[in-house]
DNA sequence: AGGTCGGCCTGGCAGC
DNA sequence: TGCTGCCAGGCCGACC
């Protein structure tokens, strides 16, 4: 399923694609896609722009079209982008034709997008100027992971007071942007910290551990072109490689790459979790009721 | 207000 | 073999 580096990977090869070119038509064959807007609606509202730049936020997938429009596009579970012809007919969403462009070979060349979605939780919005962007994603999403202002600091003034797991804390998408199942399994086991760690007891020394993971767990998924457990494909319908690479995610009843004990699998914010308890040690219960052993007399 | 849970949706698979 | 039913999960809204 697209987490950031999987959306990333999509936006740098279909960059080159569609930048500088126009949506010469747009048919929207499921009205879920497009909702509330009717898919005429939508259509009628992009086609003809030209495509200026493809950006990601988090997840999104920002198509940034002439006359301050962006359509914002998010792939969910088992969404797809892949350039005609598509290896993958099954389950199109939305054709898109582009303009012509003159002198280009490969992938560039290719005119015809298709989004495919077998599960159909993608979806897709339009928001008109540049305020409407920013009040979008100020609800919905914290900083990114490979921004600057991405310190240890900053993540451990978030943590303060969250009695929620760590885990359930990354996943928050208002919190850090981008983090999804994998990339938060991967990057807590790198951390060394148990997925059930309420997320306000970290150390500072933790949080700095944490950040590191999860920034290393990211550009390490990027760097494979991202995991293709699901129905993640590349535009040209080619697999990522991350999911070689997984160190606990999917992993149980396996050996821990590290000590060698088996890899478990439990339910945390509720989402199937992968862990090593003998290199993430699980949080001591805070029992507040235990009687205390009384010393002396 | 923070935290948790159910709904959305479909393919795949376990179990009979 | 073929059917049923359950599970996966990002995000959002409802609820406690």
Same mark, same amino acid.
């Given at each position: 399923m697209p987490e950031l580096p999987e959306v990333e990977t999509i936006r740098r090869q279909l960059a080159p694609v569609v930048e500088g070119r126009r949506l010469k038509r747009v048919e929207v064959l499921d009205p879920r896609w497009s909702a509330p807007l009717l898919p005429q609606e939508l259509t009628e509202a992009v086609q003809g722009r030209r495509v200026q730049q493809l950006q990601r936020r988090g997840k999104y997938l920002l198509?940034?079209?002439?006359?301050?429009l962006t359509l914002v596009q998010h792939l969910r579970m088992s969404g797809a982008i892949l350039c005609e012809p598509a290896p993958e007919t099954r389950h199109v969403r939305v054709r898109i034709e582009l303009s012509r462009r003159r002198g280009a070979s490969g992938a560039a060349a290719c005119s015809r997008l298709v989004v495919t979605d077998p599960r159909r939780f993608g979806t897709a919005q339009l928001l008109f100027g540049e305020t409407a962007l920013e009040r979008f994603f100020a609800q919905r999403l914290g900083l990114? /992971?490979?921004?600057?202002?991405?310190?240890t600091e900053h993540l451990w003034r978030l943590t303060r007071g969250r009695t929620a797991p760590v885990k359930a804390f990354l996943l928050d998408q208002r919190r850090v942007a981008g983090v999804g199942n994998i990339y938060a399994d991967e990057a807590l086991f790198t951390a060394k910290l148990h997925p059930r760690m309420p997320a306000g007891r970290l150390t500072r020394a933790q949080c700095a551990a944490l950040r590191e993971a999860v920034i290393d767990a990211l550009q390490a998924g990027i760097d494979a072109k991202g995991a293709s457990i699901e129905d993640f494909r590349h535009v040209d319908g080619v697999a990522g490689s991350f999911q070689d690479r997984f160190q606990v995610h999917l992993r149980e009843g396996e050996p821990c790459v590290v000590c060698g004990s088996e890899i478990v699998k439990m339910v945390v914010g509720g989402r199937g979790t992968y862990v090593c308890e003998r290199c993430q040690r699980p949080p001591?219960?805070?029992? /507040?009721?235990q009687p205390r052993a009384r010393s002396g007399r």
């Amino acid at each position: 399923m697209p987490e950031l580096p999987e959306v990333e990977t999509i936006r740098r090869q279909l960059a080159p694609v569609v930048e500088g070119r126009r949506l010469k038509r747009v048919e929207v064959l499921d009205p879920r896609w497009s909702a509330p807007l009717l898919p005429q609606e939508l259509t009628e509202a992009v086609q003809g722009r030209r495509v200026q730049q493809l950006q990601r936020r988090g997840k999104y997938l920002l198509w940034r079209l002439s006359g301050d429009l962006t359509l914002v596009q998010h792939l969910r579970m088992s969404g797809a982008i892949l350039c005609e012809p598509a290896p993958e007919t099954r389950h199109v969403r939305v054709r898109i034709e582009l303009s012509r462009r003159r002198g280009a070979s490969g992938a560039a060349a290719c005119s015809r997008l298709v989004v495919t979605d077998p599960r159909r939780f993608g979806t897709a919005q339009l928001l008109f100027g540049e305020t409407a962007l920013e009040r979008f994603f100020a609800q919905r999403l914290g900083l990114e /992971p490979f921004h600057p202002d991405f310190t240890t600091e900053h993540l451990w003034r978030l943590t303060r007071g969250r009695t929620a797991p760590v885990k359930a804390f990354l996943l928050d998408q208002r919190r850090v942007a981008g983090v999804g199942n994998i990339y938060a399994d991967e990057a807590l086991f790198t951390a060394k910290l148990h997925p059930r760690m309420p997320a306000g007891r970290l150390t500072r020394a933790q949080c700095a551990a944490l950040r590191e993971a999860v920034i290393d767990a990211l550009q390490a998924g990027i760097d494979a072109k991202g995991a293709s457990i699901e129905d993640f494909r590349h535009v040209d319908g080619v697999a990522g490689s991350f999911q070689d690479r997984f160190q606990v995610h999917l992993r149980e009843g396996e050996p821990c790459v590290v000590c060698g004990s088996e890899i478990v699998k439990m339910v945390v914010g509720g989402r199937g979790t992968y862990v090593c308890e003998r290199c993430q040690r699980p949080p001591r219960v805070a029992s /507040p009721r235990q009687p205390r052993a009384r010393s002396g007399r």
